[in-house]
Structures are given as C-alpha cells and as structure tokens.
Antibody
Framework: QVQLQQWGAGLLKPSETLSLTCAVY????????WSWIRQPPGKGLEWIGE???????NYNPSLKSRVTISVDTSKNQFSLKLSSVTAADTAVYYC?????????????????WGKGTTVTVSS | SSELTQDPAVSVALGQTVRITCQGD??????ASWYQQKPGQAPVLVIS???NRPSGIPDRFSGSSSGNTASLTITGAQAEDEADYYC????????????FGGGTKLTVL
C-alpha cells in the first residue's frame, strides 16, 4: 500500500521561501508523476506542479516564476520550494501520486494523497 | 483551454440520485477524474477514466462523459456522501498541465 508522508515548515513570514518534502513509501517511485496541490482556506484545489522520477517537471503558469519542484530518487522523495511567499500563499499543501490510463482514451488521476501540511504566511 | 467548470452547490434528498457535472474543452480529449473531500481531510479518488472505481469506493458512484461534459452520478445518496466533489483532467493545449474544477458542495437532505 503506497503512502505519502509530507513535512515542512508551517509558519512563514512574507518574502520567505516555502519548503516542503514528500516521501513515498511502499511502492515504486518510477513510472508516475508526483504532484503538489494546494487549497487556500475555504477554497478549491489548485495544482502547483509535478515531477517524474527523471526530473521532468510541469508547473502551473500562474506560479511558475516562484516554484521549483525537485526529486531525490535515492530517498524516494520529492520537494516543493515556493519563493517570495505572501499571505495569498496561505493554504493546505498536498502531495499526490498521478497515474494514467489509455483505454478507451487517455485519462489521468491522483490516486494517493498525503495528509496535507498547513502553511500560514503571516508577519 | 485550461478551465473546468462545476456548479458550486447541489443538494439531494437521502436515497435519491444526484448528478454532478464538470464542463471544459479538455474533456473532449481526456476523461475527467473525480475526488471526494470531506472537511479537514485530503481528497479521495472516487472515479477515474471511463468509469473506474478504486477499491473501497461504493458502487453507487459512477462516471460518464459526453462531449465537453463529464458527470459523477451518485445513485441512492447516503448521508456520508455529503462532501465537496472536484473533477480534474489534463489541459488539452499540449502544455502538460493539470486542471481542477472549482468544486461542488453536495448537501444530502
């Protein structure tokens, strides 16, 4: 049973860099994309970006200038850095595994999620 | 296009059937996936692909798709189905982006 365990600083000041890590236990790290998603208080889900085991990344254009997602395959971990945070970055941050299928045509789904990390940005 | 549109709120009487919809151009190219989220919890996948339910998801949950609209149907809604539901898919522009709908709050009356 694949599990994702995530951790990182929960309280940041404006202009600091958010840093979170997600570890994958109980399953293969290769063959999937690994995503970060966030949810501001009372709002919906927002995809931040993703990475695969080879280090290939895709980012949400609205956050791309501030986001870096990296991978450490030796530890089965991937990490998120978001620079120059403001109060608008206050949210619960989730890591998730993305799998895909192709019958009868392509589909993508996030079948394993971390429990979430609450990040608050406040001076 | 990178937008998926959902109705903000839907209600259903206990035991009745409810359909939650998701619209977007990308759904002409990809199936939607559906997630259930209860307060204070991480989202849970309930439907992927044409109509695939992960292990442990009751068979009252089903998915369908037509044109640019995907639907999640709950047949015989239960009190525990009250939750937020999100659809998602890949963007169809070729930029390899992931998109989520804005979510639908389901109330079971």
């Amino acid at each position: 049973q694949v599990q994702l365990q995530q951790w990182g600083a929960g309280l940041l000041k404006p202009s600091e860099t958010l840093s979170l890590t997600c570890a994958v236990y109980g399953g293969s790290f290769s063959g999937y994309y690994w995503s970060w998603i966030r949810q501001p208080p009372g709002k919906g889900l927002e995809w931040i970006g993703e990475i695969n085991h080879s280090g290939s990344t895709n980012y949400n254009p609205s956050l791309k200038s501030r986001v870096t997602i990296s991978v450490d395959t030796s530890k089965n971990q991937f990490s998120l850095k978001l620079s120059s945070v403001t109060a608008a970055d206050t949210a619960v941050y989730y890591c998730a595994r993305e799998d895909s299928g192709s019958y009868p045509y392509y589909y993508y789904y996030m079948d394993v999620w971390g429990k979430g990390t609450t990040v608050t940005v406040s001076s | 296009s990178s937008e998926l549109t959902q109705d903000p709120a839907v209600s259903v009487a206990l035991g009745q059937t409810v359909r939650i919809t998701c619209q977007g151009d990308s759904l002409r190219s990809y199936y939607a996936s559906w997630y259930q989220q209860k307060p204070g919890q991480a989202p849970v996948l309930v439907i992927s692909g044409k109509n695939n339910r992960p292990s442990g998801i009751p068979d009252r949950f089903s998915g369908s798709s037509s044109g640019n609209t995907a639907s999640l149907t709950i047949t015989g809604a239960q009190a525990e189905d009250e939750a937020d539901y999100y659809c998602n898919s890949r963007d169809s522009s070729g930029n390899h982006l992931v998109v989520f709908g804005g979510g639908t709050k389901l109330t079971v009356l």
